[in-house]
């Protein structure tokens, strides 16, 4: 089982940048899957989960209108789409597999937002 993150970089605020969760060794369609972030000195917080079957999704208040969680089936992916970006969402990037037991983690994507 692996989840692996890619997409983050350098971007300046107001910039976009696209995330991507690639799930190998299980049923995708069978699980949901959650983005995490982390920034120094603070614990991980949830950012975005989807459910299963793409259905179902729960944003972060804090990225409530400037985040955007899918899944694409074919690929066994599943993105974050992050607009307006701003500094404050300087953060390592984590996916997950799971809604509230997470069982599966990926070494996580470094995003960085200049002022």
């Known amino acids: 089982v692996q989840v692996v993150e890619s997409g983050g970089g350098l971007v300046q605020s107001g910039g976009s940048l696209r995330l991507s969760c690639v799930a190998s060794?299980?049923?995708?369609?069978?699980?949901?899957i959650s983005w995490y972030r982390q920034a120094p000195g603070k614990v991980r917080a949830l950012v975005a989960r989807i459910t299963n079957d793409g259905a179902n999704t729960n944003v972060a208040d804090s990225v409530k209108g400037r985040f955007t969680i899918s899944r694409d089936f074919a690929k066994n992916t599943v993105y974050l789409q992050m607009n307006s970006l701003k500094p404050e969402d300087t953060a390592m990037y984590y996916c997950a597999r799971g809604w509230t037991t997470l069982d599966y983690w990926g070494q996580g994507t470094q995003v960085t937002v200049s002022s």
């Open positions: 060794g299980f049923s995708f369609s069978n699980y949901p």
